[in-house]
């Protein structure tokens, strides 16, 4: 439906793909350049960071057709200075590995999902314990919950309700999330008020000690 909405509309689309390699549950990404007559009008991008898990490495990529790279490229040129030319080269040698193992448990692509599956389970258990609803992500390491349930009392200032409660619980219970509105425009922040966003790539003992702050939250339902 999205391409077909760009193809009628002449949309060049900027596909943000970071993720495509951690899914769970047999879930299979689909690059949408790979779909009918979208090739043309797509700039895929990833990075080195989310792919590999190194966060530090600034380093990412853009693929696409040479129509839309030239541009990408002088953009490219007048905001980076120096490459890295190490890290590149480690990036490249992760893939030439990886690549010899797709499809087998020891790759990493599948090793990091199998690893990450159970913190989101888990984390969407405590969640749900606490009174949040969250939405179970098929990708990533992040999941939203809708925190409506719980009776905070928040201050009166004009900021969106999800930037209140995420700094009740930075100072009420030592807790940090991220509020769900920042990610929109002012006119659709109502969209997203009601959610919050964790990240479930952590230690289990990490883990842990969120599910005690949480289950304190029970009585506020």
């Known amino acids: 439906m999205i391409a077909n909405l760009c193809k009628k509309h002449n949309v060049i689309v900027i596909a943000d793909e ?3 390699w951690l899914l ?3 879930q299979k990404h689909i690059r949408i350049a790979t779909l009918p007559d979208m090739w043309e009008r797509t700039l ?3 990075s080195a960071g989310k792919t590999f898990s190194v966060t530090g490495w600034k380093l990412g990529w853009t693929i696409g057709p040479d129509h839309l790279l030239k541009h990408v490229s002088a953009l490219h040129q007048n905001c980076v200075y120096t490459s890295p ?3 590149q080269e480690a990036v490249a040698v992760g893939f030439e590995l990886e690549t010899d193992r797709l499809g087998k ?3 990493y692509f599948n090793e990091l999902p199998a690893m990450l599956a159970p913190k989101r389970d888990e984390l969407a258990k405590q969640l749900l314990e ?8 098929d990708g990533g390491y992040f999941m939203v919950a809708d925190f409506s349930k719980l009776n905070v009392k928040l201050d009166d200032s004009d900021e969106p309700k ?3 409660f995420v700094k009740w619980l930075i100072v009420n219970k030592k807790f ?3 509020p769900s509105t920042v990610f929109y425009s002012p006119e659709h922040k109502s969209i997203a008020e009601n959610y919050i966003r964790f990240c479930f790539i952590k230690e289990d003992s990490t883990l842990e000690k969120a599910g005690e702050i949480l289950r304190d939250l029970k009585h506020l339902q």
């Open 18 to 20: 970071v993720y495509e």
């Open 24 to 26: 769970y549950g047999g």
């Open 44 to 46: 895929t991008i990833s």
């Open 85 to 87: 030319t190490p890290l």
């Open 105 to 107: 448990p020891e790759c």
């Open 130 to 137: 606490a009174g949040f609803v969250p939405v179970i992500p």
């Open 162 to 164: 999800d930037c209140k």
């Open 176 to 178: 940090a999330a991220i």
